[in-house]
C-alpha cells in the first residue's frame, strides 16, 4: 500500500470543463466533457462565477470512506470516487445517488466524462471506462500498479499514469495500449495535454513532455525533488511544483526554466492560473498567488493546516482546502478571506464549482455542495 502521505497529492487536488457539444439535428440534447481541473490544460479556472458569500450547506453524501478523489460535475450529475473503491454518480441538485460502480480497490484519481463514459482510475490498478447513466462498465486496462493519477482524453487517447512508473495511452474504444513512457519511479500526476504534447511529472522529480502520438519524449526537465504534482498550462508556461518547495514556470516547448518561487514545505498541490496570476498550495500551511509571468509573490495566505489541495478559481474567488479540516473562499485579487467550512476532516482534494455551488470533499468521508 502506497503511504498515506505520498497521496496528498496535487494529483487530487479533481479537474473540470464544461464543454457544450453541438446539438444533434434530431434534438438529442447536448453533452457535456468534464475534466478535473477544468480543461485538459489543468488551468483550474472555471468558466461561471461560484459564491462570493456562504449562505448554505444545501447538501452532502457521505460514503464509506475517507475522500482524496476531486469531484467532477456534468450533465447535472456529480461524479466521484473513495477509498471505499467506489466511484459515485450524485445528483447535483437533490443529492441523492444515481448509481454506483465498484473497482477493487481504493479511488485517489479524480474522473473524466466526455461522450457519456466516465474514465477514472483505481487502486487495483486498472483505468475503467464506465457508461455515464447507468454505471455500467465498458471496459478496463490494467497496468502493473494503482492508478492514481486522473486521466485526459484526447483524440480517441486516454492518457493517464501509474504507480509501476509508466504513463499509458489507451485507445478508448478498445481499452487496448497505444503507447507506454517508462520514467524511473511511479507517477502520481495527473497529465496535462496542449498542442500535441503531453506533460506529466513522476516521482522520480522529472516534468516530461511527450508526443501525444508515439510517446517520444521532447524533454524533461529535473527538480531537486519528488513530484506528486500536476502541471498546469497557460500562455506558453509549464507550472509545476516539487516536493523541493519550489514552483516551476517553464517554457512549453523546450522546458527552460523561466523562474522559480520557494515556499517553507514540500509543493503537492497543482497550480491555478487566471488573469495573469498563478494560485498554489504549499505544506507550509500557505496559499500562495504569484505574478505568472515574473514569480513575484502577490499575497499569501495562512491556514492551520497544510495545503496540498489544488485550489479552483471562479470570477474574483479562489477556493482552497486545507489539512485544517476547511475549506477557504478567498480574494483572488487580495487573499482577503470571504468565508470558510468546516468538514469532519482534512480537505486534500480540488473543489470544483458549477451552477453557483461549490463541492468539494473530504477525508471524513462526505462529498459536500455549499453555496
Not at 479533481?14 to 464543454?19: E, F, G, H, K, T
Not at 498542442?195 to 531537486?224: C, M, P
Not at 480574494?331 to 470558510?340: L, N, Q
Request: proline share 4%.
Amino acid at each position: 500500500m502506497t503511504p498515506i502521505k505520498y497521496l496528498y497529492s496535487g494529483t487530487v487536488t479533481l479537474w473540470i470543463l464544461l464543454a457544450t457539444l453541438f446539438v444533434s439535428a434530431c434534438g438529442m440534447q447536448s453533452q457535456e466533457t468534464a475534466v478535473f481541473r477544468v480543461n485538459l490544460e489543468r488551468t483550474g479556472m472555471f468558466p461561471a462565477d461560484g459564491p462570493a458569500a456562504l449562505n448554505e450547506l444545501v447538501w452532502k453524501f457521505r460514503t464509506d470512506g475517507p475522500i482524496f478523489s476531486s469531484p467532477v460535475v456534468a450533465n447535472g450529475v456529480v461524479y466521484i470516487g473513495s477509498w471505499d473503491a467506489s466511484l459515485y454518480a450524485i445528483d447535483s441538485t437533490t443529492g441523492q445517488e444515481v448509481w454506483r460502480f465498484n473497482t477493487g480497490g481504493e479511488i485517489f484519481s479524480s474522473p473524466m466524462i466526455t461522450d457519456e463514459t466516465v474514465y477514472i482510475g483505481s487502486g487495483d490498478g486498472h483505468l475503467y471506462a464506465i457508461h455515464a447513466k447507468t454505471g455500467q462498465e465498458t471496459w478496463r486496462f490494467e497496468t502493473e500498479g494503482e492508478v492514481f493519477s486522473a486521466p485526459a482524453i484526447v483524440n480517441g487517447t486516454a492518457f493517464v499514469g501509474s504507480s509501476d512508473g509508466h504513463l499509458y495511452a489507451v485507445n478508448i474504444k478498445t481499452g487496448q495500449e497505444v503507447w507506454r513512457f517508462e520514467t524511473a519511479d511511479e507517477v502520481f500526476s495527473s497529465p496535462a495535454i496542449t498542442g500535441g504534447v503531453v506533460y506529466i511529472a513522476s516521482k522520480d522529480g522529472h516534468l516530461y513532455a511527450l508526443d501525444s502520438a508515439t510517446g517520444q519524449e521532447k524533454w524533461r526537465f529535473s527538480t531537486n525533488a519528488e513530484v506528486f504534482s500536476s502541471p498546469a498550462i497557460a500562455n506558453e508556461v509549464v507550472y509545476i511544483g516539487s516536493n523541493d518547495g519550489r514552483l516551476y514556470a517553464l517554457d512549453v516547448k523546450t522546458g527552460e526554466e523561466k523562474w522559480h518561487f520557494k515556499t517553507d514545505g514540500a509543493v503537492t498541490s497543482s497550480p491555478a492560473i487566471a488573469g495573469g496570476v498563478v494560485c498554489v498550495g504549499s505544506n507550509d500551511g500557505r496559499l500562495y498567488a504569484l505574478d505568472a509571468t515574473t514569480g513575484q509573490e502577490k499575497w499569501h495566505f495562512k491556514t492551520d493546516g497544510e495545503v496540498a489541495s489544488s485550489p479552483a478559481i471562479a470570477g474574483r474567488v479562489v477556493y482552497v482546502g486545507s489539512n485544517d479540516g476547511r475549506l477557504y473562499a478567498l480574494d483572488a485579487t487580495t487573499g482577503e478571506e470571504k468565508w470558510r467550512f468546516k468538514t469532519g476532516g482534512p480537505v486534500a482534494s480540488s473543489p470544483a464549482i458549477a451552477g453557483g455551488v461549490v463541492y468539494f470533499s473530504s477525508l471524513d468521508g462526505y462529498l459536500y455542495a455549499v453555496r
